[in-house]
């Protein structure tokens, strides 16, 4: 999941949900792109569609910081919330009903534009 947390939303802008296959090792540059996403990536519904264009924020907002969280997930993920299919649900939804989380990993960059 790749959030921005300074965008002027009531919660965090979402802008990247996929699930990747547990046989990837690497994930190539233009890996979560919508049009051509990597094989083993399922892209899921963000706040603004699918798939993850980079950071674009509102020019002289200030700094904005992007969070990359990838989680390991003890089973799969084939529905969503009350058993509706992934790609109608939306990503608050989807991550709030992920169970089994194993680990977690975390990063955050930031980025401006003037």
Known sequence: MIEDADAPTPSP?????ALL?????????????????APGVRL?????????????????HGPHHYVF??????????????GRPLESSRARE????IEGVMARGRLEGTYERS
């Open 69 to 82: 969280q990838l989680f390991a997930l003890s089973r799969a993920v084939r529905r969503g919330p009350g």
């Open 44 to 60: 899921l519904r963000s706040t603004i569609g699918r798939g993850f264009v980079g950071p674009a924020p509102i020019k002289g």
């Open 13 to 17: 802008f979402v802008h990247c949900l």
């Open 21 to 37: 296959d547990v046989s990837l090792t690497s994930l190539p540059q233009g890996g979560l792109s919508a049009r051509r996403p």
């Open 94 to 97: 989807v991550i709030a009903a």
